[in-house]
């Protein structure tokens, strides 16, 4: 199921990336074609809940973490790139055109390598220590 939704997570963010660009250039969409631009971006913010929430990294040993925080961003890079190629008309670094892709792509990493290495069992003694503060 994992698979699968990451699968979803870069399809649709690539369609939002072209949704992006295709504003852009000034094409304009009515009626139901604004469908083209509401169901990527929904599409790419429920997968990112679904994918990020956390339960999934518990499981998981501290080697096979690294490994995830190392191969996971350089997946991602690649899909940013052709997203960046595409938006930047054949540059990914043309910075003018393709700026919030490299934001969108650092803020997914930095939430991503987060949430990997989030020590749960302080997070969990902190607030239960900002609770007994508040009694």
Do not use: H
């Not at 997946?75 to 910075?95: C, E, K, Q, R, Y």
């Not at 290495?117 to 900002?130: H, L, P, T, Y």
Request: charged residues 20%.
């Amino acid at each position: 199921m994992r698979i699968f939704v990451w699968f979803v997570f870069m399809l649709s963010l690539m369609a939002s990336s072209m949704t992006i660009m295709d504003l852009v250039n000034g094409i304009e969409y009515v009626g139901w074609e604004q469908l083209f631009i509401i169901i990527p971006f929904s599409l790419s913010i429920g997968s990112f809940g679904y994918l990020f929430q956390g339960k999934w990294f518990e499981k998981m040993n501290q080697k096979q973490k690294i490994i995830l925080a190392i191969f996971i961003p350089i997946i991602i890079l690649f899909f940013t790139l052709m997203i960046a190629s595409v938006v930047g008309l054949g540059d990914p670094f043309n910075w003018g055109n393709t700026f919030y892709v490299w934001l969108i792509f650092l803020i997914i990493i930095c939430i991503f390598e987060y949430k990997l290495f989030a020590d749960k069992k302080k997070d969990k003694e902190f607030r239960e220590g900002q609770d007994n503060e508040k009694t």
